[in-house]
């Protein structure tokens, strides 16, 4: 009995011995091929790191200013009369725009003219007196006053008139009229705003450190969202000598043409401020940036010698960058790669450092500064 156990226990361990040398064998050659085994390489886009000039541009944002505008509104009391003008139009300077109801303010101007040429008559009479000594002096000066007087009493009705006569100061385009033939108007109330649009101001800040970037008389480029594809040319004509001490913004102010009346006051504008000298730069396509927390980067391609194959391959390595301005599908780098390197252009994400990539640019869009993409 006990030569039977001793023989099933050694026919067990011989099982058990067999079937772990099977499974290490099993296990060596999966390592094996493990070690044989290469990453397929990941398809990726291109490009070469080029050296271009640039425009050198000072960016702000502002907002559109008129030349003069004015909101036009009743100095005296009156019901409106007459309304001589629509609503959105345009008004010359001196043009008659609303008048307000005068008639007693007529009545009174008739009856002042009256007396004031009573006195006119009085006082031609009392030089003529006073030539030949016949009155006094005081009542010469009396004659003198009293057709002053009622000279400038005619006046004055006359100045009442001319305020119930609401007139353009100067030529622009009318808003949206607020008065009604017929309604009661007090003083202070609004008629209708006025506006010169041609040309217009453009106000935008800058930050103190860009104060001896601009000067006046410089270039400047203005553009709108409401006239995306159209530039507005101008230039610098006034810089506020004071820096505003809570933001440390100094406030800066453009001449720009208008003639097609598309600027309105108060529309949001992009400026940019053409400087003189133009600046050589690095762009890459910005697909081509990885952005992450601990910095901007791109993996720059090399061929490399494949220590298994001996043969050349395509190598990335992931290189940190600093990165200045955006144009259109370009961006500028200021530090990290030099002109000529190829770099991953698409697929970046899929990307770690050292994996190795295949060049296909049959799908790549072609990035610009100033693209033009149809309306699709």
Do not use: C
């Not at 006053?145 to 609401?166: C, L, N, P, Y």
């Not at 409401?226 to 505003?244: H, R, S, Y």
């Not at 800066?252 to 050589?280: C, S, W, Y």
């Amino acid at each position: 009995m006990k030569r039977k156990i001793v023989i099933a226990v050694i026919g067990l361990v011989a099982i058990i011995v067999i079937l772990g040398g099977a499974k290490a064998m099993q296990f060596r050659a999966l390592m094996k091929a493990g070690a044989a085994m290469t990453m397929p390489p990941e398809t990726v886009s291109a490009t070469e790191v080029r050296a271009e000039t640039w425009e050198s541009l000072v960016a702000a944002v502002g907002s559109v200013t008129p030349v003069q505008g004015v909101e036009l509104k009743a100095e005296l009391t009156g019901t409106v009369r007459e309304i001589n003008f629509e609503s959105g139009g345009t008004a010359t300077e001196g043009q008659v725009l609303v008048r307000l109801d005068s008639a007693a303010e007529q009545a009174q101007l008739r009856a002042a003219e009256a007396r004031a040429e009573l006195a006119r008559l009085n006082f031609a009479r009392a030089q003529d007196l006073q030539k030949q000594g016949v009155i006094s002096q005081a009542d010469f000066d009396t004659a003198q006053a009293s057709a002053h007087q009622t000279v400038g009493d005619a006046e004055a009705i006359k100045a009442v008139i001319a305020k119930k006569v609401i007139k353009a100061p100067f030529t622009g385009r009318l808003g949206i009229r607020s008065v009604n033939l017929g309604q009661f108007v007090h003083d202070g109330d609004p008629i209708v705003s006025l506006h010169s649009l041609d040309p217009v101001y453009v106000d935008f800040n800058l930050p103190e450190q860009q104060l001896g970037d601009v000067r006046k008389q410089m270039p400047v480029r203005v553009t709108t969202d409401a006239t995306q594809d159209k530039v507005f040319d101008g230039k610098v004509t006034a810089l506020n000598p004071e820096i505003n001490p809570s933001t440390r913004n100094v406030k800066i102010q453009a001449t720009v043409k208008n003639a097609g009346g598309e600027l309105h006051p108060g529309m949001f504008a992009r400026v940019q401020i053409v400087q003189p000298q133009p600046q050589d730069i690095l762009v890459i396509p910005s697909t081509a940036v990885l952005h992450a927390p601990y910095g901007d980067s791109v993996f720059v391609i090399s061929d490399v010698k494949d220590e298994k194959s001996g043969q050349s391959i395509k190598q990335v390595q992931m290189t940190t960058v600093r990165l200045g301005e955006t144009r259109g599908d370009l961006v500028a780098v200021t530090q990290g790669l030099t002109a000529g390197q190829t770099i991953a252009t698409s697929g970046v994400f899929k990307l770690r450092n050292g994996s190795h990539v295949a060049i296909d640019n049959s799908l790549a869009p072609d990035a610009q500064a100033a693209p033009k993409p149809p309306n699709t």
